[in-house]
């Protein structure tokens, strides 16, 4: 956290906003947005709980448009004063205001100076080129009994996590620390359906429950 105070590929027709919306409304496809850009000390590590990285493009998106996690994991394309950069969400910023992005470093360098500080900026939610099919992670602590489950490396953002219990389908409640959690332990260890935004769906089964391991599914979002 920092320091300052979700079957293979099943495709659906998605409605894209193509109008600039006000900064405090959820995150939507083909809206662009705007607020203010600023920069921290980022190393991956955050509120969505995924593990230090040595990439550049990453950033904190404010307390609003975080959305209880559902932005964890999304690429947004953020525009400054001197260039633009590709980043994925991986920490909450709980103050900046609506609008707000607090970039990493070198990610904040290759929009704005950094003695600037602070700047203008405009960004929207993009489906970039990503590698590999989406990954599940068990947290520590999960069992038969209790468990939580973090989707990785997902192109497009995350917007239900389903598990199956005996002939049907149980939607987890997601948390602000970006696990999908059975609090009774039902579903746990059994077959999980994501839904992106989109309405986009992948079913993965095999997935153990071995916490702390990336267990790689069989897919990947398409691209919109």
Known sequence: MRSRPLALLAGATALFCTTTAPAHASVQPGTTYSGEGTFYGATGVGNCLYDATGDIGIAALNHTDYENSRM????????????????????RCPECRPGDIDLGERAFARIADPVAGRVPITWKLVSPDIGGPVAYRYKEGSSQWWCGIQVRNHRNPVATL????????????????????SENGAGCGSDIRVTDIYGQTLTDTGIAITPNVDQPGRAQFSKR
């Open 162 to 181: 389903e598990v199956r219990t005996g002939s049907t389908w149980r939607q987890l409640p997601r948390y602000e620390y970006n696990y999908f959690v």
């Open 72 to 91: 964890c994991g999304a690429y947004l394309q953020v525009k400054g004063p001197r260039g633009e950069i590709t980043v994925k969400i991986v920490d």
